[in-house]
């Protein structure tokens, strides 16, 4: 546990030491560097022993205040997340210091960068702790440090507006949270989670409440559907690296939270299992269907992150319906499915993330329909967005695919107990959730990256420097490489699918070697597939070598002036699929069509604003507003009333107890 | 002494009011500092069995800082921003005299109903401090400015200081000299919020305050 301490620390102290040399931005920035370094290094070491299944011994110090120790310990599910968080963490930091540097200074420096190792050293003892009160201070730390990277343009209105409606919404989480462990620890009479697991059994009214309080706390950092709604607004306004580890990983804290209670509380009811797995279909659909409709194309990023949630918690929910049933094995595939898409969504996301990053530093916007033939002028930076593209949609020879398939493996088992209607359905869904995920992401890579230039920036775009490059191109070997050898991933993931389902090694082994053999297959496969398509193309190369290979116009249909404006748009690409959708995205279009024979102006204009956001929040908030407007009748603003206010209660309470 | 420490009591609930009934800021500064005194008096009138060293000291900080040090620093500040008197107060200066007067029965009656220890019953201490925080609050609720604010503020941590000496006369000495820090501390931060709400408002009135709510 030393070595976690290490990461910690190592973490913390390179914040510490990059806000003191923020004059040296060199010194400032070999701090983060070997901070990253030596926390990968220490905590690498440390998840790799416990997922090989060596025993970690506790560290526990207790500490004055009461209920709380620093009581950190590691099992396979921590230290699954404890990767994830160093992986990511680290690209993302390297990628972060190229991206600083080319942000020429409208990035502050030193708050991103204090932040960041903060946000990434607060995760790090996260998913160690095993004390409620160390965990809240671990959750709060990360949510304020989650804050100050999405504020640190606060020059911006909307940025501003982002980070206020971020900060309520993990603040709303939070005190779900509070409510939720103390509900516990009143059971338990204790704040350890070890007393959690081991305290009498709850009533059944307090097990509903404890799984509400901790869909709604836990929900509202991963972003469940109607509890989405900071997603999208807070990740476009970070910097692409923070965007990238707060999308990667710190979401997925949300579910590490979830699936932490349910390995100490024990199976939810079939019911539960049933809610959650419509909740996660529900918020995938959800979630690609207003991808696609998206401009900006952090956003559209951003919405993608929450149908991968909703992914991930279809497959923690057919888990838990797994250990409801007592069917070890579905419910081991439940859990090792979520599991291993939220490594790979870590992995890809971050990757898009990274990319989109280098893309908007490149054009200077973020809008889809600015961009257009980038592939020719950042070859390097497309072809990663290319992968991570065909890895976030479950394309098979990537990693995507992997933990999709684990799902998709449990929907179509004709195992007896569940209807074959619910597999039908889930099945459906998740198929139309991966198509719409081709669409939403061909439109990304298609608009930004092929074509011709939209705009003058994206014609004069320049490849970012190697360290921003670097860390991508790292990501998108690992998520080539899962796809190609799943069986090292696969032994993570069913190591930590163990520790939620509480089942011993050699049952989680057995299973995992069916899996990894059936995936590894279908890894040598995509390896041919790719082996295959590199000949070709190098037989393509020798046929073409004598000749001559010309450029020309695209026919634009006998019109005689095309321009680069009249390809596809961010809205007219998915038009056929958001159509049928039309009722529920509610797209607001403005349109001034061309009018008379000679016709002077003529606009179009599209945007989807979040329902939940815009629509069902304004409902909700009027109406609360509507029950408090009595009480804010005592609102004066006059300091002499509100003193008179307190006095009288002070001295009511006075005569009221002698 | 104990007749000397009832003296000394009852003065000090007679300067409560006639805070309440003046109207001359000057005056009501210095009669705070009076007050002040007064407790920085009282400790050692209240125990026979002769001073500690600490108590001595205490004594002295208190008279020192209440006498003096603060009524400088208000004085300052009202000299700083030109006023004299309170003009018009949201309650009147005869009407604040009645609820002044009333307050004192109320505590009494309060006073006799507190479980307090059993020595502590019959005397004055209880009462008195009641009554002080009492007309302190009142002084808070019914004048207009700023200044004001803060001379009741004092005589609201005056009763507060006296309740403190009814209850526990060996409190600890940390404890004292945090209390006696914060009072300086925000008289001290009040005289400049004074100068700056004048400066930006161009008058001291809490009222013109309200312009800063929310609607």
């Known amino acids: ?658 | 002494m104990e007749p000397f420490s009832q003296l000394l009591l009852a003065f000090i609930v007679f300067l409560s009011l006639y805070l309440l009934g003046s109207s001359s800021l000057t005056g009501c500064i210095k009669i705070v500092a009076l007050q002040g005194m007064c407790l920085g008096a009282l400790p050692l009138t209240v125990r026979a069995e002769g001073f500690r060293l600490r108590g001595l000291f205490l004594a002295a900080g208190m008279f020192l800082l209440k006498g003096f040090v603060i009524p400088r620093v208000l004085l300052y500040a009202i000299r700083e921003v030109k006023i004299r008197r309170e003009i018009e107060p949201m309650i009147g200066y005869a009407p604040s005299l009645l609820i002044g007067a009333v307050l004192i029965g109320v505590s009494f009656a309060l006073a006799e109903r507190l479980p307090v220890p059993a020595g502590l019953r019959t005397s004055l201490m209880i009462p008195v401090s009641l009554a002080t925080v009492m007309m302190g609050m009142l002084m808070m609720i019914s004048r207009i400015k700023a200044i004001t604010q803060v001379i009741g503020y004092l005589v609201f941590e005056n009763g507060i200081y006296l309740f403190g000496l009814a209850i526990a006369y060996e409190a600890p000495w940390l404890i004292e000299m945090g209390v006696l820090l914060d009072v300086f501390v925000a008289v001290f931060v009040m005289g400049i919020i004074i100068n700056h709400i004048a400066r930006a408002f161009d008058s001291i009135s809490t009222e013109k305050l309200t312009r800063l709510s929310d609607y």
């Not at chain 1, 490849?463 to 090292?488: D, H, K, N, R």
Request: with cysteine.
């Open chain 1, 1 to 658: 546990m030393i070595l976690l301490l290490g990461a910690v620390l190592a973490l913390g102290g390179a914040a510490l030491l990059s806000s003191l040399a923020s004059r040296h931005d060199r010194w400032a920035r070999s701090a983060v560097i070997a901070g990253l370094a030596a926390a990968a290094i220490a905590g690498g070491t440390l998840a790799w022993r416990t997922i090989a299944g060596q025993r970690v011994s506790d560290l526990l110090w207790s500490w004055p205040v009461p209920g709380a120790a620093f009581h950190v310990g590691m099992d396979s599910l921590s230290a699954c997340f404890l990767l994830l968080v160093l992986v990511v963490g680290c690209c993302a930091g390297l990628y972060g210091e190229g991206y600083l540097a080319g942000s020429h200074g409208h990035i502050p420096a030193t708050p991103v960068r204090f932040f960041f190792l903060v946000l990434l050293g607060a995760m790090a003892l996260l998913v160690a702790a095993r004390n409620a009160f160390l965990f809240m201070i671990a959750w709060e730390t990360m949510a304020l440090a989650a804050f100050g990277l999405v504020s640190c343009e606060h020059g911006k209105p909307e940025v501003r507006k982002a980070g206020l409606l971020y900060l309520i919404c993990t603040h709303v989480g939070s005190l779900f949270l509070l409510a939720l462990f103390a509900l516990l620890g009143r059971n338990a009479g204790s704040l350890e989670f070890s007393a959690f697991a081991a305290a009498p059994a709850l009533s059944a009214a307090e097990r509903v409440a404890v799984f509400l309080l901790a869909l709604v706390g836990f929900g509202m950092k991963a972003g469940f559907m109607p509890l989405h709604i900071w997603l999208q607004e807070a990740h476009p306004a970070a910097p692409s690296h923070a965007s990238a580890a707060m999308s990667g990983v710190m979401i997925e804290m949300g579910l590490y939270g979830l699936l932490r209670l349910l390995s100490l509380l024990g199976p939810v009811s079939i019911e539960a299992a049933f809610f959650l797995v419509a909740l996660g279909l529900i918020t995938a659909v959800f979630g690609i269907t207003f991808a696609m409709a998206q401009r900006d194309f952090k956003r559209l990023l951003a919405y993608s992150s929450i149908e991968n949630i909703g992914i991930i918690l279809t497959g923690a929910g057919l888990g838990c319906y797994g250990l409801a049933k007592h069917h070890p094995s579905l419910a081991l595939l439940g859990f090792a499915g979520a599991i291993l898409h939220t490594l790979n969504h870590g992995l890809f996301k971050s990757l898009l993330f990274l990319s989109a990053g280098a893309v908007y530093q490149a054009v200077g916007t973020r809008d889809i329909e600015a961009c257009g033939g980038l592939q020719k002028r950042l070859p390097w930076t497309c072809g990663l967005t290319a992968v991570g593209a065909a890895a976030i949609c479950g394309l098979p020879p990537l990693n995507g695919f992997t933990g999709e398939w684990l799902i998709y493996n449990w929907l179509l088992r004709p195992d007896p107990g569940h209807g074959m209607l619910f597999s039908a359905l889930a099945a459906a869904a998740l198929a139309l959730v991966g198509a719409f995920a081709v669409a939403a992401f061909s439109k990304y890579y298609g608009l930004t990256c092929l074509g011709q230039p939209r705009s003058e920036a994206a014609r004069d775009a320049r490849e970012p420097s190697w360290i921003m490059l670097g860390p991508m191109a790292l990501l998108a070997a690992l998520c080539v490489g899962i796809g190609l050898f799943p069986s090292p991933a696969l032994h993570v993931a069913f190591a930590a699918a163990g520790d939620v389902a509480g089942q011993a090694r050699p049952a989680v082994s057995a299973s995992l070697d069916e899996w990894s053999r059936l995936l590894g297959a279908i890894g040598l496969l995509g390896a041919g597939v790719c082996a295959l398509s590199a000949l070709l193309w190098l037989f393509r190369g020798a046929l073409l070598r004598r000749r001559k290979v010309g450029l020309g116009p695209t026919w634009s249909c006998g019109f005689t002036a095309p321009t680069a404006r009249m390809q596809y748009t961010g809205s007219s690409y998915p038009m056929p699929l958001t159509r049928v959708f039309a009722a529920a995205l509610a797209t607001r279009e403005e349109i001034r069509p061309p009018l008379g024979y000679w016709p002077v102006k003529a606009s179009f204009e599209s945007r989807t604003p979040d329902p939940a956001l815009e629509r069902w929040l304004p409902v909700l908030t009027a109406k609360f507003e509507e029950w408090l407007s009595a009480p804010r009748r005592l609102q004066y603003g006059r300091l002499q009333l509100y003193l008179l206010y307190v006095s009288a209660f002070l001295v009511i309470t006075l005569l009221w107890k002698l």
